[in-house]
């Protein structure tokens, strides 16, 4: 196998995380009142298998995940949307290395780190990439889609710093501390 080739435990996670990510997308999703916009937790997911997985695995789930969303919700996908979610988690995985989760601390630096990132993240993604692609793929009114782009951003930063945290903080629980075994 080359240096740059996915592991099978990476490609079974993109394929698991893209089904969970369908899954939370389509039956735990929380309506806003704002059309087609909905409070979703496979964000807080996405952020996860982000950090575990590395930036590549975080893009495909965003993507495979929201594409299969909207197909199976919609009948058809809204690419624009489906982008950022590709974007989100992989912007979100490149970050994976400086939060090191797998050396099972996830302290106050990792959590503030991790939530500067997904604020960052998110707010780009959801509050000017959606909103602008919008316009210039779909032709859609600019007032609604900024609106619309506002309101999931606001609500996927929020879903994402708390649900995300607790499930990074119970994540870093289950690794072993690098210097938690001693010598006698």
Avoid: C
Avoid at 116 to 133: D, E, N, S
């Amino acid at each position: 196998m080359g240096k740059n080739s996915l592991s099978i435990k990476t490609i079974v996670a993109i394929g698991i995380g893209a089904a969970v990510f369908v899954i939370l997308a389509r039956f735990v999703a929380i309506p806003t009142g704002i059309p087609n916009t909905t409070i979703q937790t496979a964000y807080a997911f996405l952020a996860l298998m982000a950090i575990v997985f590395g930036p590549i695995a975080g893009g495909l789930i965003g993507f495979i995940g929201h594409a299969l969303t909207d197909a199976v919700s919609y009948g058809s996908v809204w690419w624009s949307w489906v982008f950022v979610s590709l974007f989100i988690g992989l912007f979100i995985g490149l970050f994976a290395k400086k939060i090191n989760i797998e050396n099972g601390v996830f302290g106050a630096k990792q959590i503030i780190t991790f939530n500067i990132v997904q604020v960052v993240v998110q707010a780009i993604g959801w509050g000017l990439l959606a909103p602008l692609l919008d316009v210039l793929i779909y032709a859609e009114p600019a007032n609604k889609v900024f609106v619309q782009g506002l309101v999931a951003g606001l609500s996927n930063i929020i879903t994402v710093g708390i649900i995300g945290t607790i499930l990074l903080t119970a994540y870093a629980k289950t690794r072993s501390q690098s210097d938690s075994l001693s010598k006698e």
